[in-house]
Each structure stands twice: as structure tokens, then as C-alpha cells.
């Protein structure tokens, strides 16, 4: 905003409302078409052609999206989800599987990157601006801190809580 500009919180919810529900058709309405597609569509002679429209058809709703300006992100989310619910049936098993593979290997690369980029993003802090050596060692200490009291409390919290369910299964069990 500019420093003297209005702000009108009812027109920004209007403006996200509009965005959200235009996003959510939109998604909706590729997932119907590429539901359409699969299912008339043969591709029992090229998995390849079938596997490579199925990983494209999952990324297009995104630059569509992003190009009439609302959110390509919501409308990927909602593509993502009706098609998992009514193109992947129509898909068959060895592509479905091999599509499987190719999006968990997407998933694991992109978050490595994003990781890479965060961690290796402390290492400009030493042209740009000044480093405090005490800062980062209290910040590490404090994550891994952090780290263990949430790792050993919920599994504790969760150990416990499966061994007090499996006792009472048990007791059911031998009655």
C-alpha cells in the first residue's frame, strides 16, 4: 500500500473471497475436463502419452491460473484433488503407479530445494549484514531445544496413549 492509501478490509475479504471461489471453478472445472479426457480416451497402446498428459494436466491448471491473475496455488489444490479422485481411476495401474513414483520424487526434490536454499541463505548474512556469532549459536541451540521437546513429547504422548488402547483391546479380547 501506498502511504496514503485507504485500506478497505471489506473489499480486501470481497477480493479474496472472489479469488478463492474463481480459483476453486477453475480447478474444478480442469479436473472435470481431464476426468472427461481419460475416461473416453484409450491409452492402453502408449503409457507414455497417458503418463505424460496425466503429470501435465496437474501443472497446467497452475499457469492458467497465474496468468488471469488469481491463485494458481488454489487452483492446483482443487485440480489436484478431484483429479485424484476422478482421473486416477481412469488411469491404469502401471501408470498410475509410475505417476505415483514421478510426484513423490517432484515432492522430495522440491523440498530439498526449498531446504538448500533456506539453510545456504545464512552464509549471505555474512556479506549483507552484520553476524552475531552469539545470535546463531543461541538460534541453533533454541531449534534443537525446540526440536526434542516436540519429537519425545508426542512420541511419549503417543506411546503412551497406544499402549493404554492396546491394553484395554487386550483385556477386551480375553474376556
Known sequence: LEPN????PLFSVGNLLFIFVTSFLMGTAFAIVFSLVFR??????NQLAELSLFIMIVY????????CGIS????????AMFSQRYVA??????????AESAFRMFSHLSETSVFLILGLSVFKLFKTASFHTGFFTWTCI?????????????SGAYNWFFRRTSEGVKRLTEE
Not at 40 to 45: A, L
Not at 145 to 154: D, P, T
Open 5 to 8: 492509501a485507504h485500506f478497505d
Open 89 to 98: 481411476p481412469n488411469l491404469s495401474e502401471r501408470t498410475a503407479n509410475e
Open 60 to 67: 497446467f491448471p497452475f499457469v492458467c491460473a497465474e496468468f
Open 142 to 154: 533454541a531449534c534443537v531445544v525446540a526440536r526434542a521437546i516436540n519429537v519425545y513429547g508426542l
Open 40 to 45: 473416453h480416451i484409450d491409452f492402453s497402446g
Open 72 to 79: 494458481g496455488i488454489v487452483t492446483l489444490l482443487f485440480t
